[in-house]
């Protein structure tokens, strides 16, 4: 089991930017694939980006594909999504979450989740 906390999130205009950080302890980070979910209000929680143990695999949802960036430090036990060209749509609170799996985009491919951080995106 790892533990996940989110931070990072805030209000930005559309077109700005914001970085997110998971940071992580418990067991070996790196043996973990990571990935970020959202949830709108009166939605599902969706993927959102997922990148492999080592980093050298990512994964991203198309509506954030060429505009958000998951990257992740080991030696930190952290995980980042850098996030571009924000819309009033990505308007969510986002999650990560870790599997000793692939990095897949299933939710219920993940086992740990972090309690979230609210993303507000103004138009």
């Known amino acids: 089991q790892v533990q996940l906390v989110e931070s990072g999130g805030g209000l930005v205009q559309a077109g700005g930017s914001l970085r997110l950080s998971c940071a992580a302890s418990?067991?070996?980070?790196?043996?973990?694939?990571m990935g970020w979910f959202r949830q709108a209000p009166g939605k599902e929680r969706e993927f959102v980006a997922a990148?492999?143990?080592?980093?050298?695999?990512?994964n991203y949802a198309n509506s954030v594909k060429g505009r958000f960036t998951i990257s992740r430090d080991n030696a930190k036990n952290t995980v980042y999504l850098q996030m571009n060209s924000l819309k009033p749509e990505d308007t969510a609170v986002y999650y990560c979450a870790a599997t000793l799996g692939l990095y897949r985009m299933s939710r219920a491919e993940y086992a740990d989740w972090g309690q979230g951080t609210q993303v507000t995106v103004s138009s």
């Open positions: 418990g067991r070996t980070f790196s043996g973990y694939a």
């Open positions: 990148i492999s143990g080592g980093g050298g695999g990512t």
